[in-house]
């Protein structure tokens, strides 16, 4: 009688506790959604959708775990976002990369997929996802479903990296999820210079969303990035290298490039060297990045190769995400580099 007492009340606990973890979600759900029609109240429709459809709260509980997996698939299955070219005799372009390769809250003719196609004649494949970063890129060149879409041989793989990529990569490392979302469980680690897919049981547990922000502001602060520059930049490099073969294996000749784009262009003396700031600003100003130019990757450095600042207030929407002019002044300097 007296075990009946406990197991009933540990059932009460844990319903009270996923009712009221419901509403928290709930709440999180409208404050981030009414920002976006504050911020984006001028964005197409189409953009402000598939933004919601990333911090609506999902209803875990009774749906299963949510997982990037799941998500991929679906954005398999209602990919809209490739340009069809009008010159066959060209190969096509893969993309890759988060928020700013994909043109969030764009209109599909200011994205870089768009002009890119418009001005060589090629199809373009954007397959960046919001939010996303390097993990994702390797687990998409892993998967059939991902070829599969594939209907015109690529000649180049673009990647589109921003600093902030880095601290996404300790996001995924520890398992935690990013803050728009309960989908990315997925998670690679570093083994014998090979990148492995591990999943931490902690995923499990960041289904519940009062947990989730517990663990993410105590796994993922400072301490655990440390100032191992040539670790971190390991960490990108494996991505990169693995994502690549992947390629190659159905693709012999495709050639990878990785955009450099500067966001929040900072010195990383600038921030304390345990911070995430710092690991993102050291590894994307590395003096490594050669080390894969030697292996054959194509680097465009934005700042570099079309001297603009695209930090500037003229190439960037209201949240620093680039706008179509950074993307019409980038595209063409892109073409002539590659000789697209």
């Not at 007296?2 to 606990?13: C, H, V």
């Amino acid at each position: 009688m007296k075990l009946l007492k406990i197991a009933i009340n540990i059932i009460i606990f844990i319903c009270i506790f996923v009712f009221l973890d419901f509403l928290y979600s709930l709440y999180c759900y409208e404050r981030l959604n009414n920002n976006s029609k504050k911020e984006y109240q001028n964005a197409s429709k189409e953009k402000i959708e598939f933004y919601n459809s990333y911090i609506k709260p999902k209803y875990r509980y009774f749906k299963g775990v949510y997982n990037f997996k799941k998500l991929l698939k679906y954005n398999y299955e209602t990919m809209k976002d490739t340009v069809e070219g009008n010159d066959k005799t060209k190969g096509s372009i893969i993309v890759f990369g988060g928020s700013f390769a994909y043109g969030a809250f764009l209109n599909q003719k200011d994205t870089l997929s768009y002009k890119l196609s418009k001005k060589t004649g090629r199809t373009v494949y954007n397959q960046a996802i919001p939010a996303m970063g390097f993990g994702q890129m390797l687990y998409q060149t892993e998967t059939q479903d991902f070829y599969n879409i594939i209907k015109e041989t690529p000649d180049y793989a673009m990647y589109v990296y921003i600093p902030d990529h880095v601290f996404r990569s300790c996001y995924y490392k520890y398992g935690i999820e990013h803050e728009y979302s309960d989908c990315y469980y997925l998670s690679y680690v570093l083994k014998n210079g090979r990148l492995e897919e591990k999943t931490p049981f902690i995923n499990y547990l960041n289904r519940f969303k009062i947990f989730y922000d517990i663990s993410k502001n105590i796994l993922c602060s400072p301490k655990h990035f440390g100032t191992n520059d040539d670790e971190n930049f390991d960490f990108v490099k494996a991505h990169f290298v693995q994502a690549r073969e992947n390629l190659q294996k159905v693709y012999p000749n495709i050639k990878f490039v990785i955009i450099k784009y500067p966001f929040n262009d900072n010195n990383p003396a600038y921030y304390d060297k345990h911070s995430s700031e710092y690991a993102n600003m050291t590894t994307f100003y590395s003096n490594r990045w050669k080390e894969l130019e030697d292996m054959g990757f194509i680097i465009f450095d934005v700042k570099k190769y079309t001297g603009i600042d695209v930090n500037d207030s003229q190439y960037q929407l209201p949240d620093k995400h680039p706008n179509g002019n950074a993307w019409e002044a980038i595209t063409p300097k892109i073409i002539q580099t590659l000789k697209l």
